[in-house]
């Protein structure tokens, strides 16, 4: 029995699913994040060590898996892919190995390849593309120091900075203050600094306040509904060009992230804006999650003898 393997390394966590000969899902366990832009390298290395223990437990050994296929936030730096094939290596895997951006693989699940887009918005956020010509593209997914706006950390930055300027008087009193108070304790503009500035305090810390744009605005909170249609406008800022890059005006549309998936304000005035620009573009609900797409895509790389080129 041999397996193909599929890595869905986001920048908070990384899923792992397994497949069989037969392309039976035979396996999922989590781990955490594998993306050495955001994340410590012995943070990383940790993660990857305790992937493919997993691994090695899961299929008996580590020989026994063919192919392996991550999908990894971060390989934009192209010094990414080789520390995480290098790592990969190290610990033991010498099978076929595919390391591409987690936006494809999130594509490949939620398309099963086909032509069409997936737009992400979790964490960071993306957009991906591919046409019946096999053309492919993307737009945003830089990073959070200069990109991924409508993303989860874009959104908990947002927050809190209408948090500090409600309470110096830049901006309006909002129901954002004391949801900050009471769900994490940043009862005053110090507390907000001291936490945001803090060394345990990162990317993931600051994307998960996210979840609460929606509380707010429930509440009918103005400042939280400007976030929430900010949002909006900088996701359909990444889809409506790639969709005219790529000819897919009236393609379809893949949703996935927790700010898409979980936030239906950001959705609807998403689905709202979108709609008014490319009104032939059609939002589909993803066949697979992005780890399934990944094995998928280990699968189908054996299946068609593909030689492995993610770690050269």
Known sequence: MWYAVGLDGGGTKTAVTVLDE???TVHKFEADGINYNGRKAEDVEKSLGSIMAGLASACGSLEAIRQIAVGAA?????AVPERLAAVIRGLGYSGG?????DHETAFYGALEGSEG??????????????NAKGQSGRTGGFGHLIDDGGSGYSIGRDLLAAAVRASDGRGPATAITALLAERHGLT??????????????GKKEIAALASLLSEACAQEDQTALEIANRSAVSLVELA???AHRLGLEQGTLAMAGSVLLKNS????AFETQLQAILPSLRSAPAKLDAAAGAALLA?????????PSGDK
């Open 97 to 101: 190995l595919r390391i591409v951006g």
């Open 22 to 24: 037969s392309g039976r």
């Open 117 to 130: 887009m997936i737009l992400i918005a979790g964490t960071g956020s993306v957009c991906f593309g591919q």
């Open 299 to 307: 699968w189908n790389l054996l299946q068609k003898e593909e030689s």
């Open 265 to 268: 304000y950001v959705r609807l």
């Open 240 to 242: 409506v060009p790639l």
């Open 188 to 201: 005053t503009a110090q507390k907000i600094v001291g936490f945001v500035y803090s060394p345990t305090t």
């Open 74 to 78: 971060g390989v934009s730096n192209p």
